[in-house]
């Protein structure tokens, strides 16, 4: 399984981290929370004879529950602040890598994959943990990552890295209108990534849920009759899960359930029927998901 038991440093030191911008959000506000609790802890005297100048009209005591309840609320907003950065940040290093170990398991025969694909392959995590799978299994076979940023560049440097170089290539694309053609992937994956895929319409409206389909519409038609796709999202999977039954794929499984980035998870793994037959009547399915 490439290098399956890795310390989050080393995982850390190849591929950095993604989501800096929200760790450090989270981490800024964590210290300035810590610091006006402590604040809060030091002065707390003064502060509750301002809170009665403030407010003569109080009953007694009340300023110093006053003053003590702020501070708490403070001090406990910024517990939430620490564990939610760090929480992201295990998401983003040990937890991903973890999880694509994981979805790498669901392929039962890596030895005849020839071709697959990760779709919003990011810097590489779960693309390179299949293309460390191709090269033990020695495999002639190829994985393309995907993604809609200009990331090919660091990419690449960490499949270098992780000396898998000739089993990985990257193209820059729409995870709605993949480049490529119908029946084409052994196997394809996505990790934490279909979930972003209409977000400039805001997460929740009925037209992100529309893009998100159309992406996992994509995943479907691109796979080769028997070919294996496997999903590793947020929040959305039981959606996933319903398109999937409607489009008629075959062994749909869906693991238990992992927090990540501080909501909820699943893998969820499927096959492409090799035979499109229902009861005695040939079907065919609109792959591409044209949904309204």
Known sequence: MGKPGRDWTQIYAIYGMEEWHTLIFLLIHAILFS????????????LCSVFQSLFPALPAGAP?????????VTALSAVCLFFAAGNIFYSSVSLHWDMAQRMINVVSDWSTVKT?????CGRGILLNAVALQLKKEGSSGRVVGLDPLKTAVATL????????????TCREGDAR????????????VSAVFLHTVGKEFGHRTAAAA????????????????????VVWDLVHVPEYVQRLKELRMEDIRVSERVTAFMVSSHIVSFRKPIQQIVGSAEYRTDWRCNIC
């Not at 610091?35 to 003064?46: D, E, Q, R, T």
């Not at 440097?157 to 990985?168: K, M």
């Not at 209108?177 to 394809?188: G, I, K, Q, S, T």
């Open 64 to 72: 110093r529950f006053i003053a003590g309840f702020t501070g708490c």
């Open 157 to 168: 440097r960490t499949a270098r890295i992780e000396g898998v170089q000739e089993y990985v």
């Open 210 to 229: 529309a893009e998100r389909m159309k992406g996992l519409g994509e995943v479907v038609r691109v796979l080769k009759p028997g070919g294996v796709g």
């Open 177 to 188: 209108r993949l480049p490529f053609a119908d029946n084409y992937f052994d196997v394809v």
């Open 35 to 46: 610091f006006f609790s402590v604040l809060f802890l030091i002065y707390f005297n003064p």
């Open 116 to 120: 697959a694909l990760d779709v919003g």
